[in-house]
């Protein structure tokens, strides 16, 4: 059957069990001493078994080659160290993220291109959706989901963009924004998607550099978000440079 | 870790991270400052609740020509909670659920615990009612999720974020742990083999030694300086000591698990796959699957995440094989790096393009560059894997370098999660992951082909699209839920999958026909939360000998046996349990055969009832022959009166209506000629 049916004990777990019937109330220390020759024959793997299933074990390995240690049973886990980084890059992220949405926001009045208009929609979902996330990962340990030292008064810059915020990565500049919304048809589509491109591009540096950082990514939940971001828009940007290469612009989506 | 440290290193902690995460709770045991901080700041409350980053976004209407699954289901809607949620069920009994070990929690979960208010106040948490509700089971959900298992002997090994724990199923309804393994590093997946224990590490902080304090954080750069310093590119931080790749430890003593090698890769391992060369016994080998960012040059040589264009020795694009020595584990090292996805006209490294378009926002059409998860099948030569953006077919006769015979997408899929094949090797199950598991995309409005398992037909190396396969029942938006793994239950006759669909639950699926595959039994239970998505279901259900294991991320180990219904009869499940193995490791998938007794043919007989592909009379007189023949513990006479219904069987099998009912006919005839004890 199997090839290595050899090293099988089918039969040990329905005897143990029976032995186990047998033998409830004996301990098997003292016990075992008295019982039949028979019984001992059979008693020793449920000994055995009783201890290892009575009392479980905390352990941590060492490294290769190095011992084990048993550590108390009262063991509770640890979590590593969290990084300001982490906190900087879902701070930072959100804000990168809301320009996506912003952007994807001028699709209906600025273009009638079905391909834009579904990968805007796309994008926008996503974005949307990662930002709730991150904002939930932020608030839930205790931190702001602004960078602090981003105070409301730079929002009084014109409009409600980024006025003169520090960009994250690949943002967009008040003055790209600006073509971005005086530009109509074609026009509107091309900026759109060489925008976005550099847009996300910015999101790869930003994941790139924060495991470029000491200490950073060991957030289990951020390790896994980031990990998506990473492929997530490396695969949107494939699917925009092949809608300007093809100039098609995705008609055929 | 001294006793000093290990207190200096909570608090560190606590005061960091988890002190706040007790805000929530401390917020639920003191209404009056609630109640006051309510009262004070009604309209922010208000304006709160409108932008709850923890309130579950509402699901978007089905794109057109889409259906969902059942919101009518009374699996749909399930009580909430973690440990008291309400619980259904068809077909399946479930025995029990152990919760999770104390390990493998935080700190401390006390909340009225004096430390933890004491280093709260330490940090001047002076509003804790400013934390929003559910903080608290939001915080580090993955940090500590079970994820998948595996089983040898009596023991089944559970794998986790933080660790293993392994446990003594030689009574499953009184399952108990035996050892609780701490080693961090995430997903913590686990193969056995014999007196060796494997397990993939992807995340930084991992670290070789098991360590739990990961690596310390440097100083944030402040603004001047991260303005300065943009033009520069950024300085990796090697680590010596990290860990990321696959452990090996010997498990000759259950209690005392020792690291005998661990070795490193270049993107981690995400998952592993066991593969046993049925030509070699001296080695075996291990495939890494690694989704994650490429580790620096400066940490591990020879690590690079160039494009192939730029560095035809990319870390992209491939797979690691380790070869390990049984003899001398502690020497096992990657040997090969198949180029799994090369263009074998052009030899360009990324030949693989997905043409899916479904996701939304889990949509992956890259070049696929990653396996997510390989199944082998020895014993046919073949692997089936799911690459991301493609699921494709791998002849492994050799397996240090196996080769790509087939590869195919779909306009559905988002990302190629796990594969399995049928028994006999002309089905193949792939499941995609949308949305990574992290999401609801069970609900009413998700379209019943996204997320859902893809069932194609494998015939001389080709795969080709049969069906979909997706929970039917509707699940809340609180409830992450995608398809996810399971394995065969040996019913003979039949071709069924048990499969864990996260907090989905449970569904067993029958395939038997490929192009209509159907649910026969499940498990569900609610929500853990009503009003946040809390991480948590099961990531897989395995059977086992006999029962089923299923690998609850949040809560703990589920264990269930089936129960006869009209879709799986009790002679059915009893011929399942004749098959006994020594180990499973589901990735490395193995050839199931049934012993030729009665309990098998009684099985052959219920399905043959199922379908009519024999007269009711006839089946009557199989049944009775085979009663007497069990009461007389076959005797002479009773062997051949049950020899002489083997002709006319097989003559039937040949002109029966299906295939699957002549094998059936087939496999019948062959047991009552030869039956066994």
């Known amino acids: 059957v199997f090839n290595y049916l050899r090293h099988l004990r089918p039969l040990y777990v329905r005897r143990t069990r029976e032995i186990r019937g047998v033998f409830t109330f004996a301990s098997c220390s003292s016990v075992l001493a008295a019982a039949s020759t028979f019984a001992t024959l059979f008693s020793v793997p449920v000994c055995a078994q009783q201890t290892e299933s009575g009392a479980p074990v905390v352990v941590q390995p060492g490294a290769p080659g190095k011992p084990t240690r048993t550590l108390p049973t009262t063991t509770r886990g640890t979590l590593p160290p969290a990084s300001p980084a982490d906190v900087q890059f879902m701070q930072g992220m959100i804000m990168h993220h809301a320009q996506a949405v912003e952007m994807t926001a001028l699709i209906e009045s600025h273009t009638q291109n079905k391909g834009v208009t579904s990968l805007g929609a796309r994008i926008s979902r996503s974005q949307s959706d990662e930002i709730r996330f991150m904002k939930r990962w932020l608030a839930s340990r205790g931190q702001p989901t602004a960078m602090p030292d981003m105070p409301d008064m730079k929002m009084a810059h014109g409009d409600m963009s980024h006025g003169s915020m520090p960009l994250m990565p690949g943002m967009l500049t008040p003055e790209q924004m600006e073509a971005l919304r005086n530009a109509k048809g074609h026009e509107f589509d091309r900026l759109f998607l060489t925008g976005m491109i550099q847009h996300h591009g910015g999101a790869l540096t930003m994941v790139k550099d924060l495991f470029d950082t000491a200490g950073a990514g060991q957030d289990a939940e951020l390790f896994d978000f980031t990990t998506e971001v990473d492929s997530g828009q490396r695969a949107e940007i494939r699917i925009m440079q092949s809608m300007l290469e093809k100039k098609s612009l995705g008609d055929k989506r | 870790m001294s006793r000093v440290h290990t207190i200096a290193f909570r608090l560190l902690v606590a005061s960091f991270l988890l002190g706040l995460l007790f805000v929530g709770r401390m917020q639920a045991q003191t209404p009056s400052s609630q109640e006051s901080t309510k009262a004070a700041d009604a309209k922010s409350d208000q304006k709160k609740a409108e932008e709850d980053p923890f309130a579950p976004e509402p699901a978007p209407p089905l794109p057109a020509g889409m259906t969902g699954s059942d919101a009518n289901d009374p699996r749909a809607k399930l009580k909430p909670g973690w440990y008291d949620a309400g619980e259904i069920s068809k077909g399946l009994t479930h025995l029990l659920l152990l919760k999770k070990p104390d390990p493998f929690r935080l700190d401390t979960a006390d909340a009225a615990n004096p430390k933890v208010q004491e280093t709260l106040s330490r940090m001047g948490v002076a509003d804790p009612s400013k934390m929003p509700k559910g903080a608290q089971v939001v915080v580090a959900q993955l940090a500590f999720a079970n994820s998948d298992l595996a089983f040898q002997g009596h023991h089944l090994f559970q794998g986790n974020f933080y660790g293993v724990n392994i446990y003594d199923i030689s009574n499953p309804a009184k399952t108990q742990l035996v050892t609780s393994m701490i080693c961090p590093g995430g997903q913590g997946d686990v193969s056995v083999y014999r007196n060796l224990m494997f397990m993939s590490v992807e995340q930084p902080n991992g670290r070789i030694d098991c360590g739990t304090q990961g690596f310390p954080p440097g100083p944030p750069p402040s603004p001047d300086q991260e303005k300065k310093e943009e033009k520069k590119p950024t300085i990796p931080a090697p680590q010596k000591e990290r860990f990321r790749g696959v452990r090996i430890f010997d498990i000759s003593d259950i209690k005392n698990p020792r690291q005998v090698a661990a070795v490193q890769t270049c993107r981690g391992s995400h998952t592993h796959t066991l593969v046993v060369d049925p030509k070699d016994k001296n080695n075996v080998y291990i495939y890494v699957s690694g989704t994650s960012f490429v580790r620096q040059n400066e940490e591990l040589a020879g690590c690079s995440g160039e494009k192939p264009d730029k560095d035809p020795n990319t870390a992209l694009f491939r797979i690691d094989v380790i070869k390990v020595p049984l003899a001398a584990p502690q020497d096992a090292r990657v040997v090969s790096n198949p180029r799994l996805f090369m263009d074998p006209r052009s030899g360009a490294l990324n030949g693989l393009n997905n043409g899916g378009t479904h996701g939304k926002d889990g949509e992956k059409p890259t070049d696929t560059d990653q396996c997510h998860d390989i199944t082998v099948f020895s014993a046919m030569g073949l692997a089936a894997g799911a690459c991301s953006g493609n699921g494709i077919v791998l002849d492994i006769k050799d397996p240090v370098h196996p080769k790509r015979l087939d590869a195919v997408n779909d306009p559905n899929y988002s990302y190629w999660h796990s594969a399995s094949f049928s028994n006999d090797g002309t089905k193949v199950v792939f499941t995609d992951e949308w949305g990574g598991g992290l999401g609801a995309r069970c609900r009413a409005n998700d379209p019943n082909k996204w997320g859902a398992d893809a069932l194609f037909r494998l015939k001389g190396n080709k795969l080709t699209f049969a069906s979909y396969y997706k929970l039917p029942a509707a699940q809340g938006d609180t409830e992450n839920c995608v398809a996810h793994n399971g394995s065969l239950i040996p019913v003979p006759g039949r071709d069924i999958e048990v499969q864990a669909w996260y907090q989905g639950g449970v569904s067993v699926m029958d395939f038997t026909d490929v192009d209509h595959p159907v649910e026969i039994a499940y498990f ?108 007389s513990n076959l005797d002479p006479k009773d062997r051949a009166k049950l020899q002489s219904f083997a002709p006319s069987l ?24 030869r039956p066994s004890k």
């Open chain 2, 650 to 673: 097989k003559k039937i099998a040949g002109t029966a209506k299906s295939s699957a009912d002549s094998k059936r006919l087939q496999s019948l005839a062959e047991i009552l000629q």
């Open chain 2, 524 to 631: 569900d239970r609610g929500p853990i939360d009503p009003h946040v998505l809390v991480l948590g279901g099961d990531w897989s259900a395995y059977w086992y000998n006999g029962h089923i294991y299923a690998s609850e991320i949040a809560r703990g180990l589920d264990i269930f046996e089936l129960s006869p219904t009209a879709f799986l009869t009790q002679n059915e499940i009893d011929a399942a349990k004749t098959v006994q193995v020594a180990e499973l490791n589901v990735q490395n998938q193995q050839k199931i055969e049934w012993p030729a007794r009665l309990v098998v043919a009684k099985a052959y007989l219920d399905q043959l009832e199922r379908s009519q592909a024999l007269p009711a009379d006839q089946i009557a007189a199989v049944r009775q022959a085979i009663q007497s023949a069990e009461s």
